[in-house]
């Protein structure tokens, strides 16, 4: 999952950044209003997490030019703006959850995968095969055995199986796991892929490829 962290306080930045990382989200970080508008018009996100008080542009009308572009993507305002005025505004304006600073970073995370789980429509828990994801944990086992994935391979895994069924293209697995400063490139998937079909032998599930159209996840011998 590709996620916009829009926060113009380097400390806190970084510390929300590698965290987020950790866990296997893919993050792009920028400091300011105008930069992170210009990025969500050209850049494809799954969540933003988003400060209210940035230079340049203030993060309410960040928001409020997003959901004129009709972009439906979760937004999760985070800031020390913590008045009931300043909340409502925000909600009213379209974001999806509110977080004032302070804040503890299991709760971030916690309130990260409602949204991201709300907006996708799965259930909690999606079985393929022998297979098991947990979308809450974000936990990948295979008949009760957890299957060991590196982030990146775990990233991989959650945007085809968003997709269960359906071809997803190269270009667009390299958008949703790798930030724009990555130094990599697209050719660097089929690696990720590689190793996820692998890691995928013997559950009943395997990654396909379709000459022209990308990657399918999907249970052997469905269809």
Known sequence: MRLLLVEDHPEIAEWVGKALIQ??????????GDFADH??????????????????????????????????????????????EDRV???????????????????????IKALLRRSSGHTPLLRIGR?????????????????????RELAVFEVLAARLGKPVSRETLFEKI?????????EAIEIYVHRLRKKLEGSGVAVSTLRGLGYVLGEIGDG
Do not use: C, W
């Not at 505004?89 to 309130?111: I, Q, S, T, V």
């Open 23 to 32: 866990v296997g989200y893919v993050v792009d970080h920028l400091d300011r």
């Open 39 to 84: 990025a969500l018009a050209s850049e494809a996100y799954d969540l933003v997490i988003l400060d209210l008080s940035l230079p340049k542009m203030d993060g309410l009308e960040v928001l409020r030019r997003l959901r004129s572009r009709g972009a439906t993507l979760p937004v999760l305002i985070l800031t020390a703006r913590g008045s009931t």
């Open 89 to 111: 505004r925000g909600l009213n304006m379209g974001a999806d959850d509110y977080l004032p600073k302070p804040f503890e970073l299991d709760e971030l995370e916690a309130r």
């Open 131 to 151: 297979l098991e994801f947990d979308t809450t944990t974000r936990q990948v086992s295979v008949e009760g055995r957890p299957l060991p994935l590196t982030p």
């Open 178 to 186: 790798f930030s724009f400063d990555a130094d990599a490139h697209a």
